[in-house]
T-cell receptor
Framework: SAVISQKPSRDICQRGTSLTIQCQVD?????MFWYRQQPGQSLTLIAT?????????ESGFVIDKFPISRPNLTFSTLTVSNMSPEDSSIYLC?????????????FGPGTRLTVL | LAKTTQPISMDSYEGQEVNITCSHN???????ITWYQQFPSQGPRFIIQ???TKVTNEVASLFIPADRKSSTLSLPRVSLSDTAVYYC??????????FGKGTSLLVTP
């Protein structure tokens, strides 16, 4: 298993601003993922972040809006840029520890973002 | 990814056994069945995973019939703290986990 922390746990932001969310893991992992969970909805994968390479974005998500950094094997950031109220969601990072199936992922506690 | 169908919500009393069934009629040969649990204001937590027959761990049991077109997550003697959303996922070890809408379980005294 892996222990994952996220900062901030929640934030309230003004439209047009940007917020960077941090994800820290207690062990080295190759695969890190960023998800969005809109109010009352299920989780949607935003992108996959591998250390040493560019993030891979899912359909409907672009790098200009959600730039991701992955400087090492234990840390990643997701920035939500030029925010609008539609970006109000919970943002979660997850990891797939080495070995085993990739559908067994461990999730952080999430960052609850409200955009006014 | 195989499409899954599970009840939107379920209610139970403390101490009862809860069975949540998930339908996945178009499951592929290489697909596994995975269940996650999500408490309010927390990220999902992996509960159990299986391919066929029965899998049991300290949290739950997973029953999968021979045709694998459905599966049942069994939670023995639930408590109030088992109130959560339970997601059934079916896939072949892909990175994009398809959580679907999940089943919201409410356990009351």
């Amino acid at each position: 298993s892996a222990v994952i922390s996220q900062k901030p746990s929640r934030d309230i932001c003004q439209r047009g601003t940007s917020l960077t969310i941090q994800c820290q893991v207690d062990s080295q992992v190759t695969m890190m993922f960023w998800y969005r969970q809109q109010p009352g909805q299920s989780l949607t994968l935003i992108a996959t972040a591998n250390q040493g390479s560019e993030a891979t974005y899912e359909s409907g998500f672009v790098i200009d809006k959600f730039p991701i950094s992955r400087p090492n094997l234990t840390f990643s950031t997701l920035t939500v840029s030029n925010m609008s109220p539609e970006d109000s969601s919970i943002y979660l990072c997850s990891v797939h520890p080495a070995g085993g199936r990739t559908d067994t992922q461990y999730f952080g506690p999430g960052t609850r973002l409200t955009v006014l | 990814l195989a499409k899954t169908t599970q009840p939107i919500s379920m209610d139970s009393y403390e101490g009862q056994e809860v069975n949540i069934t998930c339908s996945h009629n178009n499951i592929a040969t290489n697909d596994y069945i995975t269940w996650y649990q999500q408490f309010p204001s927390q990220g999902p937590r992996f509960i159990i995973q299986g391919y066929k027959t029965k899998v049991t761990n300290e949290v739950a049991s997973l029953f999968i019939p021979a045709d694998r077109k459905s599966s049942t997550l069994s939670l023995p003697r639930v408590s109030l703290s088992d109130t959560a959303v339970y997601y059934c996922l079916v896939g072949d070890s892909g990175y994009a986990l398809n959580f679907g809408k999940g089943t919201s379980l409410l356990v009351t005294p």
